[in-house]
């Protein structure tokens, strides 16, 4: 696996953020918890299969350049990266956890290879948070948004990446460890100084153009 690490690798989140925040794109921050929930039936803390639209649990937004919203049992999360570029809403819990292993399921309706899917945890406010993200290029990064900054931590090139048909991917965000996988192949890791607890979630984007629409199903969290 051939390995690009920056500790001062950079990216302005610029005004589209501003302006997305602004309109509640990416919902409201959810402050830390004290006690996380009691796990259930194997260690899950959290679980959702995108079958009850009303549950309310999460931040459903509809326009023109940004969709977060059911759609026949998945969660569909779409971004005009023709317009936004670079950009990646996502959908987020309302609940905070700490010490989390998440998993989910992905498929790509449409976008370009370097359209990614992202694995958020930690978000302890607007823009303050841990992510994993992998694309269709076998680029993969880890990185810790504060403010307007964007630091890529992580950068693994040449690793196996999303394919097309349904992918499994995991982020385990355990103390600074943060360890993410695709299809059961570690493709990137690092130590993050970052937030202890936050809201976790899930995002498709981050291209530099296209229309990026890609479906989310069978989102888990677990306590390691």
Same mark, same amino acid.
């Given at each position: ?90 959908? $987020? ?5 700490? #010490? ?5 399921? !992905?498929?790509?309706? %449409? =976008?370009?290879?370097? *359209? ?69 192949? $570690? ?5 993050? #100084? ?5 809201? !976790?979630?899930?995002? %498709? =984007?981050?291209?530099? *153009? ?15």
């Amino acid at each position: 696996m051939t390995a690009r690490i920056s500790r001062s690798h950079y990216f302005v989140l610029g005004m589209l953020m501003l302006v997305m925040l602004s309109c509640g794109l990416l919902g409201a921050p959810q402050p830390p918890v004290e006690n996380e929930a009691a796990p259930g039936a194997e260690g899950i803390l959290f679980q959702d299969d995108f079958s009850n639209p009303a549950s309310g649990i999460w931040n459903v937004n509809q326009s023109d350049s940004i969709v977060r919203e059911y759609v026949d049992g998945e969660f569909r999360a779409f971004v005009n990266n023709d317009e936004f570029s670079y950009s990646y809403p996502p959908a $987020l819990t309302q609940q905070g956890f700490g #010490d989390v292993r998440i998993e989910v399921d !992905v498929r790509r309706v %449409s =976008g370009t290879d370097d *359209a990614s899917a992202y694995l958020l945890c930690r978000r302890a406010a607007e823009r303050q948070y841990i992510f994993g993200d992998v694309d269709f290029e076998g680029e993969a990064r880890i990185g810790l948004v504060t403010g307007d900054l964007q630091e890529i931590l992580a950068d693994e090139e040449g690793i196996a990446g999303l394919q097309e048909g349904v992918n499994h991917l995991r982020l385990d965000c355990m103390g600074n460890a943060i360890s993410l996988y695709a299809n059961g192949n $570690l493709v990137a890791s690092m130590e993050v #100084d970052g937030p202890e607890q936050g809201a !976790v979630g899930f995002a %498709s =984007g981050g291209a530099g *153009a296209g229309q990026t629409d890609f479906r989310f199903d069978n989102f888990i969290v677990y306590k390691p």
